[in-house]
């Protein structure tokens, strides 16, 4: 293709010249195929990329077509149920939600539902009231004086530095309309998280914001935003579902000056946030630096995240918190589904147990040690919808997070350029053009109305299922595709040989 290109290059070089120098005219088209030729022979010069090596000029197409590959894909070619980590029904649910618009779909699922990967509610015949009033969950054991009413639905760990100022802003004054609480992400909580909102303040492995000079956990530090009045509650992270034993990771595009001076960091440069504490390196360890931030905080709900890996490590955490007679009062459970800013494919495909095993796992561990009723169970993992918060609740959880839901609500079209800081709507972006495409008051609106109509739809569910409260949701309220397999053995005869037709 190279040779073809300068044949054919040189070709029209001459003939439009020959044109020019006879008739006068066509001297555009002169400049424009030499810079083409020079174009050309540079890509044909140059060792780094094959593809324009091989093909002058036209290689560009094929780094065009890459870039909007996203776009055709989400588009032009992908159908209402396809989409990945989301569907498009499942976008256009949220944003029609977030919007406060009519959020019904005609004509039918779209859905096979005849297979045996179908799930369901077993709806009742005989439903119940529909409650107005949106579920709340107290959070605080035995040791905790400062329990905390959360809602069932609220906004899980996304960082400032991960997301942009106005979006952080956003998701607090929604949190603020709405009574439910911003969960600030490991990168720190600063003064765009403190918009009146409620607060859970996510203590990572970088200790940003409670860091000492070598990078280590600062007591001092810790106490003094811990005892701020809208920090409701503690989360110490020990992992991520989308990259459980790797610490976070903040690109280098994304950290500006401003975060890396929030951070104690270096800025443009990648921060990579260690892969485990330097405060605790056992479980022994973890469960006294529970009591200590309990100490610190004056007794507010202290509780950790992580992504199920190794069980026995959890029932050994589990066996601590007895021997101490310490115990966190929640767990945050995440799946190796969860969704983040930036992570190794390697780890976001295949490290860490999927949401719902996990969620069944530590349940039924809490309950057979005994200490379930110590402890509230928290979840987060592509909640995004009332369906999956009342199948969450029946899992074993008390209460939900979403990040990529109210991601949703903020306008997040699914673009997948979270990490390169090119978000084209302002969400995942620290470029400043971009980021004021993204109005705060008008998003605000949004995310309060994403929770409040998520959260009725879930009490709709709940009323279809004859059921008057969350407490009375258990897994028998559904019913999976392979229980069909089941009735029709009950109810078809093996054959019809005996049958009179009419």
Not at 259 to 273: D, E, M, N, Y
Not at 387 to 393: E, F, R
């Amino acid at each position: 293709m190279r040779q073809k290109f300068f044949v054919l290059g040189i070709t029209a070089l001459i003939i439009t010249s020959i044109i020019y120098f006879y008739f006068n005219t066509g001297l555009i088209f002169i400049i424009l195929i030499t810079i083409l030729l020079i174009i050309g022979i540079a890509n044909s010069s140059q060792h780094k990329h094959a593809i324009l090596r091989n093909f002058p000029v036209l290689g560009y197409f094929r780094y065009l077509f890459e870039t909007i590959a996203p776009e055709i894909q989400q588009y032009f070619i992908e159908r209402s149920t396809d989409g990945k980590p989301f569907s498009r029904n499942q976008r256009t649910l949220a944003y029609q939600r977030a919007k406060n618009i009519d959020a019904t779909t005609p004509f039918g699922t779209q859905l096979n539902l005849n297979q045996s990967s179908y799930e369901g509610i077993k709806h009742s015949i005989f439903p119940a009231k529909v409650n107005e009033e949106l579920p709340r969950v107290l959070v605080g054991g035995p040791d905790c004086t400062q329990p905390y009413s959360a809602s069932l639905l609220n906004i899980s760990a996304m960082s400032f530095g991960s997301l942009s100022q106005n979006a952080i802003m956003a998701l607090n004054k929604g949190a603020l309309q709405g009574k439910f609480y911003h969960n600030t992400g490991e990168g720190g909580l600063t003064e765009f998280h403190q918009q009146g909102g409620d607060i859970t303040w996510q203590i990572g492995t970088g200790y940003f914001g409670c860091r000492d000079d070598r990078g280590g956990f600062d007591g001092g530090k810790f106490a003094e935003k811990a005892n701020l009045p809208e920090v409701k509650m503690i989360e110490i992270k020990l992992s991520q579902g989308a990259k459980p034993g790797h610490g976070g990771v903040l690109p280098a595009a994304k950290n500006t000056v401003e975060i890396a001076k929030i951070r104690g960091v270096q800025p443009h440069t990648t921060i990579l946030s260690p892969p485990g504490h330097a405060a605790f390196s056992d479980t022994k360890g973890l469960i006294e630096f529970i009591a200590k931030l309990r100490l610190l905080s004056n007794g507010k709900p202290i509780g950790f995240k992580l992504c199920i890996g190794e069980t026995s490590e959890f029932e050994m955490i589990c066996q601590e918190m007895i021997t101490q007679n310490c115990f966190p009062d929640f767990i945050t459970v995440d799946g190796a589904e969860g969704g983040t800013g930036a992570a190794p494919l390697e780890f976001a495909d295949g490290v860490g147990m999927p949401f719902e095993p996990a969620l069944i796992f530590v349940n039924k561990t809490l309950v057979r040690f005994g200490i379930r009723d110590k402890i509230r169970i928290i979840c987060s993992g592509k909640i995004i919808s009332g369906y999956s918060i009342l199948k969450a609740v029946a899992l074993g959880a008390d209460m939900c997070n979403s990040a990529r839901g109210f991601m949703f609500s903020l306008g997040c079209i699914q673009a997948l350029r979270c990490n390169n800081n090119t978000c084209p709507t302002g969400v995942a972006a620290q470029d400043k053009m971009l980021i004021k495409g993204l109005v705060v008051t008008d998003k605000s609106e949004r995310v309060f109305h994403f929770h409040k109509n998520t959260l009725h739809a879930a009490n709709e569910l709940l009323a279809a299922a004859g059921k008057k409260s969350f407490a009375d949701v258990d897994i028998n309220i559904f019913m999976r595709g392979d229980e069909f397999t089941h009735l029709s053995d009950l109810f078809f005869p093996d054959n019809l040989k005996n049958v009179t037709r009419h």
